[in-house]
């Protein structure tokens, strides 16, 4: 996006009816590191991808705990997602005090989705420049919705946003007929999957990925290092079973052609749906 003399005010309407500035906002979500969301008929899981500006830094928190039944993960400025997120957990926390009971997953998504459109309609503000998964389950079951800046918000039965989510995107369209009817750990599993595509080849390791759960019986929190390991562990074994066969099988074909430049090509096309990654450049 190139700057132009439509984009210097929120409130400036392009000719052709655009809003530069939420548009730079929204492109903001797409700049952050991934995050993803899935849910069953009981359960919810939010995924994100930890990025450390520098190897001397740690990387900041992109899932947050709004309440025992509602969690968050973001995208985009990360600041921006902090503040909104100890919004929503004001929100819950007075709607708890005045109803005794806990408040419903999309009301407080549209009380959010206000906050976000004001920014977009005065002159001394700015949209918030963070997308959010918000994950929640009431009495109506379990839900995901994606809050975006510009004020609209969508329910998902699985979603991806931030950098290169295109590919995780591309696996959970394939997938999310089976999400419905879910286990615990089949969505889990599916989680990590779909934060592999998004790490373009990169290994995937518990240091660089969160994973979170809610469900029924279940409240919000988020699993330890330790054992999002050993579910990686348990997820890379069922791959490496994979590739030795798919090897097998290319061999016989090649024949007595065989030679050191196909064995390689070979190599690389083995590795699984690795391919779908560079999708979003």
């Known amino acids: 996006m190139f700057r132009n003399q439509y984009d210097t005010d929120v409130t400036t309407w392009s000719p052709a009816g655009r809003l530069f500035q939420v548009e730079y906002a929204m492109e903001a979500v797409k700049q952050g590191s991934a995050a993803i969301g899935l849910r069953s008929n009981t359960h919810v899981v939010l995924a994100c991808v930890n990025k450390a500006n520098s190897e001397l830094s740690s990387h900041q928190k992109k899932i947050f705990k709004v309440d025992d039944h509602i969690g968050v993960a973001i995208s985009g400025l990360t600041a921006d997602g902090r503040v909104l997120s100890r919004y929503m957990r004001s929100e819950c926390i007075n709607y708890s005090y005045t109803y005794e009971s806990p408040l419903p997953v999309g009301r407080l998504v549209v009380q959010l989705a206000d906050k976000a459109q004001v920014c977009t309609q005065r002159s001394w503000k700015r949209p918030y420049g963070v997308g959010l998964l918000v994950g929640g389950l009431d009495e109506s079951g379990a839900h995901l919705y994606y809050n975006c800046p510009s004020g609209n918000y969508f329910e998902y039965q699985a979603f991806a946003i931030g950098s290169r989510s295109q590919a995780a995107k591309t696996y959970l369209e394939r997938r999310f007929e089976n999400f419905k009817d879910s286990s615990r750990d089949e969505l889990i599993k599916d989680a ?59 061999a016989p074909e090649q024949g007595d052609s065989a030679a050191p430049e196909p064995a390689a090509g070979t190599d690389q096309g083995s ?11």
């Open 192 to 250: 990590l999957i779909a934060t592999r595509e998004t790490l373009q080849g990169e290994k995937l390791t518990s240091s660089i990925c969160t994973i979170a759960i809610l469900g029924v019986g279940e409240p919000f929190h988020i699993l330890d290092r330790e054992t999002v390991q050993k579910l990686i562990d348990e997820f890379e074994i069922v791959k490496e079973d994979d590739v030795p066969a798919a090897d097998q099988d290319i």
């Open 271 to 281: 590795a699984p749906d690795q391919g779908v990654a560079p999708m979003d450049i």
